[in-house]
């Protein structure tokens, strides 16, 4: 398959490598994971982890998921950086994107006669994907679940959505890039508003951190739905009318 | 030894589907291949008790890395001269039946 990516890049023009590089390729790689896989067995356990430490200090973090504590509370600035990568990701997505900025963001073709039966279906998917998401926002604070969970699931129904070839999505109008943001920017500022007084930044006080954690993660999930969708939307081009002007040249 | 025999399964199923979907010859399959790796690997954090990154992997992993593979797949297609087009549609309605797997 990947001779086939190559192809089309370089148009044909690359010669095949020859076997002598192959097989050096070869014993390189077999050599390197050989180490790997011995560096794995000869080297000592690692020790019991933090997993103790955290189970300890579950009562400070507001939540009673210990995933969603780590992720949100004790390392919460590793999860700020993540969705700070997702943006980036997204505003490279955004020059890709058609500059209409007088489309709304949800455009509805009317005129579209689709699959009755994917609108039908979609109709209830995307209300049940949308509960769903909810539902794992939610749960997030005492079981498995979460924002990107709960995000992913959101966008997963959007592409859909957008599959049935009904909805258009469009990324300029200050809408969509309100959605693209607010997720860093409520945790930015969440974060920042806790460095007033005495504690450091993104240190919540005790008695509000569920709270706050749940509202990072609301702004979270719909950022990261939107971001996703983004990235669908981005690649996905079928009506030349809709996207010709911001396709890239290639 | 049920247990036992599960896991087994699901080791050798996620080796044998990497493997072929990195010997695919046809992109597509590849990806088919690559979003069926995704669900296997779900079951394998459920069976590690890791829930969350099983939830993850199942809706990001296989659900969305699916469609965005997808949607990349069809920029290759469209690079091409249009001479698939009715085995475009076609592949497109595939395409959203492994997403709403």
Redesign the interface.
Known sequence: ?FD??VL?ETSGTKPALKSSTKIACGLASFALSGGLIAALLLSERAGPGLAALTASRMDESGVENP?TAVLLNFRSYDTLLEIAVLLIVAVAMLSMQPSATNRSMVEVNHRHSGDPV?AGLLRW?VALATVLSGY?LWTGAY????A??AG??I??AC??LK?SGRYHFFWHPLKARLLLTIGLAVFVLVGGFCATGDKRVLEYPLEYAGMLILIIELAATVSIAAI?LL??TG???DKPDATQAGRPS? | MLELAIDLLLAAGAITLAVLS?A????FT?IVLYVSLGLLVTLIWARLGA??I???EA??GA??TG??LL??W???D???TAEEGVADGKL?LD??DS??V
């Open positions: 398959m086939r990516l089309h995933v994917l998917l794992l079981a498995p679940g979460g990107f969970q992913s699931v966008a997963g592409v859909a599959l996703l990235l669908f690649l996905q081009d290639t | 990195l695919a010859k046809k992109v590849a829930w969350d099983a939830i993850a809706a990001i659900g969305l469609a965005l949607a990349a069809r920029r290759l469209d690079n091409r497109k395409g959203e997403e709403h």
